[in-house]
C-alpha cells in the first residue's frame, strides 16, 4: 500500500471561537480536539508520520512529548507557512495536509482519499453547498450563482509531495498567499485536482457554535 506523512496544521489563534487559547486545545470531553484529529491518522498503518505544526511549547505543556509516529513542527505567521515548515520535515512520496480542528474525518473519508491518491497526484474532498450564494456589492445582490457548480472544499487535501513542494516554492518566489493548499496546485501547475467526495460531519471547528 501507499505510505503517506500528514502535516496536521495547529498552529491558529482560534479568535473567532472565543477561548483565549488555540481551540485545538479544547477538550470537549477529557481529550483534546488536536488529539482526536489525529487519532485516525495514528491508526492507519500506511500513515509513517504525523507532522502537527503547532505552538511546540503549548503541545508538550498540554499534551506531553511527541512520541510514535509524531514530529512537531514550528507555527508559522500564516497557515502558508506553517504548510511549508510542515512540509520540510515529510519524508514520504506523499503528503497529506489536515486541519488541527477537523476532528471527525472518518476511516472511510481516509480510505477513499488515499485510493484515489494512487491515480492522481493531487486530491481535495468537498461536499456540494447546501445555501443559495448570491454575489453582494454594496449591500445590494448583484448575482444569484448556480448552486450545482458550488462545493466546499475540506481537508485533508492530498498531493505528491514534490508537486507541493514545488507549488509552495513558487508561491513564496511571487508572495503569493493562497486559500488553501490545492489554491497552490491551481496556481503554479497545470496538474488537475480530483474531487473525492467529502463527508458534512468532516467540520472544521471555527465558531463557538462548532462546539
Do not use: W
Amino acid at each position: 500500500m501507499m505510505k503517506y506523512d500528514a502535516v496536521i496544521v495547529a498552529a491558529g489563534s482560534g479568535s473567532r471561537m472565543g477561548l483565549g487559547y488555540n481551540k485545538v486545545y479544547y477538550r470537549p470531553d477529557g481529550e483534546t480536539v488536536l488529539e482526536k484529529t489525529v487519532h485516525v491518522f495514528d491508526q492507519d498503518d500506511d500513515c509513517a508520520h504525523i507532522i502537527i505544526v503547532t505552538n511546540t511549547a503549548d503541545y508538550r505543556e498540554i499534551i506531553g512529548e511527541a512520541a510514535g509516529k509524531i514530529i512537531l513542527a514550528e507555527g508559522g505567521s500564516t497557515r502558508q507557512q506553517s504548510v511549508a515548515n510542515g512540509l520540510a520535515l515529510v519524508k514520504e512520496a506523499y503528503v497529506m495536509v489536515h486541519d488541527g480542528a477537523r476532528p471527525y474525518l472518518s476511516e472511510d473519508l481516509l480510505q477513499r482519499l488515499k485510493q484515489a491518491l494512487q491515480e492522481d497526484d493531487a486530491v481535495c474532498p468537498m461536499i456540494p453547498v447546501k445555501d443559495t450564494i448570491k454575489i453582494v456589492r454594496n449591500g445590494y445582490i448583484q448575482e444569484t450563482i448556480p448552486r450545482s457548480l458550488l462545493y466546499a472544499a475540506q481537508t485533508p487535501q492530498c498531493f505528491c509531495t514534490k508537486l507541493l513542494c514545488a507549488c509552495m516554492e513558487k508561491a513564496r518566489r511571487d508572495g503569493y498567499t493562497g486559500t488553501d493548499d490545492c489554491d497552490l496546485v491551481e496556481h503554479f501547475s497545470d496538474i488537475k485536482i480530483r474531487v473525492v467526495e467529502g463527508e458534512y460531519r468532516n467540520i472544521k471547528l471555527t465558531t463557538p457554535e462548532d462546539l
